[in-house]
């Protein structure tokens, strides 16, 4: 079975990044994780996560260079997820509109939360190396 093509956000902050949890009654629901979502046909990776910013915090990003790509398998079959280094690009406030929370997070409180099993690699990159180390542009 090919895998699912997910794109995920890393939106930095200064020095927080964003993570946003996923409501109960989804699948996988509960867990924690970077928003994104699933590609659309004839969609970019870039585009794709634009758009699903938009629906799940109704906040602008911009699209920066790939952070970490991760290849996992989940019982339903196996997901891409390719990760990218993203900031807000609007003023508007976050609204949870199809995630049930959201927090801006120090990389050292990343053990704290329940995190989705196929993150662990973005996870422990951005504890070891962080994000400013692999060159995200944010002035
Ligand atoms: N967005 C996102 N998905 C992740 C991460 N880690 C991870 O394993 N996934 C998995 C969970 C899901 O199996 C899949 C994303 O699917 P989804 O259901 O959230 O995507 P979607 O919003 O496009 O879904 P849908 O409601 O339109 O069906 O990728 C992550 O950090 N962010």
């Not at 996988?28 to 994780?33: N, R, S």
């Not at 990003?61 to 339903?76: A, C, H, L």
């Not at 690009?89 to 704290?112: A, F, G, M, Y």
Request: proline content about 9%; glycine content about 8%; overall charge negative.
């Amino acid at each position: 079975m090919p895998p699912l093509l997910v794109t995920a956000a890393i939106i930095r902050c200064e020095d927080r990044i964003l993570l946003t949890r996923r409501p109960p009654h989804v699948r996988l629901g509960g867990w924690w994780e970077f928003p994104g979502g699933k590609l659309d046909a004839e969609e970019s990776p870039q585009e794709g996560l634009k758009r699903e910013i938009i629906e799940e915090l109704g906040i602008e990003i911009e699209v920066g260079p790939i952070f970490e790509v991760v290849y996992y398998r989940y019982e339903r079959g196996p997901v891409l997820i390719m990760a990218y280094e993203c900031r807000q690009c609007d003023d508007r406030p976050i609204r949870n509109i199809e995630v049930c929370d959201h927090r801006w997070i120090l990389p050292t409180q990343l053990d704290q939360f329940e995190i989705l099993p196929a993150d662990q690699p973005i996870v422990e990159k951005l504890q070891t190396i962080g994000m400013t180390a692999s060159g995200i542009q944010i002035p």
